[in-house]
T-cell receptor
Framework: EDQVTQSPEALRLQEGESSSLNCSYTVSGLRGLFWYRQDPGKGPEFLFTLYSAGEEKEKERLKATLTKKESFLHITAPKPEDSATYLCAVTGDSGGSNYKLTFGKGTLLTVNP | DSGVTQTPKHLITATGQRVTLRCSPRSGDLSVYWYQQSLDQGLQFLIQYYNGEERAKGNILERFSAQQFPDLHSELNLSSLELGDSALYFC?????????????FGQGTRLTVV
């Protein structure tokens, strides 16, 4: 069964203080690893899809990287508006795995001004 | 705006009742996924439909059912509601039957069972 573990559960940063969020995963044949941002009471907002180890993608202050066992979401010089829960999810190649996203529980990021 | 529309946004109902949640996928997307999000469980996959056919089931209770109509909108029916069914219910859509590209989520329906 696919598993996703995110750490830390919560992270508090000062504005401008860069950091990274971790997503460790277990999946039989990674088909895609996804990062989403979720604001309170809202639906997850798609950020990135990564497909193979070594791949990197960037969007504004966010950069996602992927290895064979984990993914990192690097946040450079964050602003208060980056405060949200960041969710990692995977989908795999085998059986019922490729019909769904398996999510981690997320990292709650708070950026103080 | 993801292009996925869910109605209603909020629903308050009593235990034992039945409700229907509605989802319209993004234009061109054939797959619809339903997820439940509660504080302690995170996002849990319930069920997937592709072009009108059920393709995969997750941890969906027997009291819950879903369908996808010819116009590709989907409905999630929750019956004999219990207090523990209170949660956010999300719909997501994607182009293909199998996930390989992104899935886009709606804004959710917040269900409160009293």
């Amino acid at each position: 069964e696919d598993q996703v573990t995110q750490s830390p559960e919560a992270l508090r940063l000062q504005e401008g203080e860069s950091s990274s969020l971790n997503c460790s995963y277990t999946v039989s044949g990674l088909r895609g690893l996804f990062w989403y941002r979720q604001d309170p009471g809202k639906g997850p907002e798609f950020l990135f899809t990564l497909y193979s180890a070594g791949e990197e993608k960037e969007k504004e202050r966010l950069k996602a990287t992927l290895t064979k066992k984990e993914s990192f979401l690097h946040i450079t010089a964050p602003k208060p508006e980056d405060s949200a829960t960041y969710l990692c999810a995977v989908t795999g190649d085998s059986g019922g795995s490729n019909y769904k996203l398996t999510f981690g529980k997320g990292t709650l990021l708070t950026v103080n001004p | 705006d993801s292009g996925v529309t869910q109605t209603p946004k909020h629903l308050i109902t009593a235990t034992g009742q039945r409700v229907t949640l509605r989802c319209s996928p993004r234009s061109g997307d054939l797959s619809v996924y339903w997820y439940q999000q509660s504080l302690d469980q995170g996002l849990q996959f319930l069920i997937q439909y592709y072009n009108g056919e059920e393709r995969a089931k997750g941890n969906i209770l027997e009291r819950f059912s879903a369908q996808q109509f010819p116009d590709l909108h989907s409905e999630l029916n929750l019956s004999s509601l219990e207090l523990g069914d209170s949660a956010l219910y999300f719909c997501a859509s994607s182009v293909g039957a199998r996930l390989g590209t992104e899935a886009f989520f709606g804004q959710g329906t917040r269900l409160t069972v009293v």
